[in-house]
């Protein structure tokens, strides 16, 4: 009984090992290589690949530009109708979401500007507001000049900010005023009619 094991499945391996017939290798791949089938790489197919990836080079371009978002500009009108464009780097320049912050103020700065309806009635209280907004752009315009001397810091963005906000907001209380203004002027037209 002392058999080494080793020894006996070494056999029994051998016995069961399967032998192929000669040739049959050879035989085996030219069966497959007939029934694969060729693959022909003619100069047309190269042609036809070259020609979709130049056609979506090309749609995706004329896509981009007719869809890429332009930024506003920051102009600010003055009170004499002058329009005032900034050189430099800006608020908007330092970051992604500052530059919305920016257009966000600057868009609706102009929105408003746009919107005041000046009559004989109210150009005194027009101007004495567009004075003060001359004055804000004079402070913006410092501010500006700082930032791209000294380099960004906190300061002087929020400061930037904060102009752009007060400016906004001195617009909306023109614009309350002025319908004010109206409103008290039609009720005074009511009453003379009555």
Same mark, same amino acid.
């Given at each position: ?122 150009? &005194? /209280? ?6 003060? =907004?001359?004055? *804000?752009?004079?402070?913006? $315009?410092? %501010? #500006? ?13 929020? &400061? /930037? ?6 400016? =906004?907001?001195? *617009?909306?209380?023109?614009? $309350?005023? %002025? #319908? ?15």
């Amino acid at each position: 009984m002392s058999q080494d094991l080793r020894e006996l499945f070494k056999k029994e391996r051998e016995k069961e090992k399967p032998r192929m017939n000669h040739g049959h290798q050879e035989r085996f791949l030219e069966r497959l290589e007939d029934e694969l089938p060729k693959a022909k790489k003619s100069y047309l197919y190269v042609l036809k690949i070259a020609a979709t990836v130049l056609l979506f080079i090309t749609a995706g371009y004329f896509a981009f530009e007719k869809y890429a978002e332009e930024p506003i500009k920051q102009t600010i009108v003055k009170k004499d109708g002058e329009i005032e464009k900034r050189k430099g780097i800006s608020l908007g320049d330092l970051s992604p979401d500052l530059k919305k912050v920016e257009n966000y103020y600057v868009a609706n700065i102009n929105l408003e500007l746009s919107k005041l309806a000046v009559s004989d009635d109210n150009k &005194a /209280l027009v101007d004495s507001y567009m004075e003060q =907004l001359e004055s *804000l752009d004079t402070e913006y $315009k410092r %501010l #500006n000049k700082e930032l791209n001397e000294i380099g960004p810091n906190d300061q002087t963005i929020s &400061a /930037l900010i904060q102009n752009l906000q007060l400016r =906004l907001q001195l *617009l909306q209380k023109l614009k $309350k005023k %002025l #319908n004010d203004l109206n409103t008290s002027k039609n009720e005074q037209v009511e009453t003379n009619i009555i």
